[in-house]
């Protein structure tokens, strides 16, 4: 993933959509957007409302959260895949 925000998250959007088994038509359909705006969304080409986003999580079968930020680290390790290596899935690190 690149590390501009636009692109992450047009780079997850597209992921979900793909793995959801959908076109972005039926996404743009669901979110109540057109098909050339929802894939400038999924592109990283323009930014979006938090309201159209919350409309294409749901499309996708998401649901959007804020987390803060010092848990975020947390969040991705429990969202890894596990293994069997018995480690535990998050460390804090001191600030």
């Given at each position: 993933?690149?590390?501009?925000?636009?692109?992450?998250?047009?780079?997850?959007?597209?992921?979900?959509?793909?793995?959801?088994?959908?076109?972005?038509?039926?996404?743009a359909?669901?979110?109540?957007?057109?098909?050339?705006?929802?894939?400038?969304?999924?592109?990283?080409?323009?930014?979006?409302?938090?309201?159209?986003?919350?409309?294409?999580s749901?499309?996708?079968?998401?649901?959007?959260?804020?987390?803060?930020?010092?848990?975020?680290?947390?969040?991705?390790?429990?969202?890894?895949?596990?293994?069997?290596?018995?480690?535990?899935?998050f460390?804090?690190?001191?600030?």
């Amino acid at each position: 993933m690149t590390s501009d925000p636009l692109n992450e998250l047009g780079d997850l959007l597209r992921q979900a959509r793909l793995t959801a088994g959908l076109t972005q038509e039926q996404v743009a359909d669901l979110a109540g957007l057109s098909r050339p705006r929802y894939r400038d969304i999924e592109t990283g080409a323009a930014a979006a409302r938090v309201t159209t986003l919350m409309n294409v999580s749901r499309a996708l079968g998401l649901e959007m959260m804020l987390v803060p930020q010092a848990m975020v680290p947390a969040v991705r390790a429990l969202m890894r895949p596990h293994d069997d290596d018995d480690l535990p899935a998050f460390v804090s690190q001191p600030d």
